[in-house]
């Protein structure tokens, strides 16, 4: 069956291309940073934890209007005991979007959710009583503008993840393939030229 073909071809390309992007130090710190909307939402604690995420994936249901999951995978680090962070997104026959969320598991003091005072003494107290929530209240907080910044991560950052890690814009993308397609163009007028004579 070629769907079945096609949907192993897309999961195997995606587990290399993951273990690839697994040995670039930063590489999910760095492509989230240089995405607009996404580095709107980080502030430094944030980025700190993105240091230790290994791998990035979202899953679609069969029927891929019924919802997605996104799943954060991350190596052992100071902030919490999970290896991953999953947010699932499912359509209700209704229409509306529901999500379930992974409790995150913080470390004593580190809860980056938090406000100052919530923490009660144990480790480290974050003055965040004036700043706007940590990127991390998204799998907490299914109120925090959840079905954006999923479809962002679901159709931006996972579909070309390498065009924000390297800081690509659409203005350059198009003048490096017109600047190829020009090349190309010199290339065929070239080994056209010999061919008359």
Known sequence: DIRMAKQWYQR?????AG??????PDFWLNTFMNHPQIAALLDEA???????MTQLTVEETEDIRSGYKIIFEFKTNPFFENTQLIKEFTMSESGDMGTSETKINWKPGMALTEK???????????DRENEPPSFF?????SSMGGDEVGEVIKDDIWANPMQY???LDEEEELEDDEVEGEEEDE???????????
């Open 137 to 141: 209240s998204w799998f907490e907080d």
């Open 46 to 52: 944030d980025e700190e934890v993105l240091r230790y």
């Open 165 to 167: 890690y390297l800081d």
């Open 19 to 24: 273990d690839l992007i697994a040995k670039i």
């Open 116 to 126: 100052n005072g919530d923490n009660k003494g144990k480790g480290k107290k974050r």
């Open 187 to 197: 290339v065929e007028g070239d080994a056209n030229d010999g061919e008359e004579e």
């Open 12 to 16: 195997r390309v995606a587990i290399t």
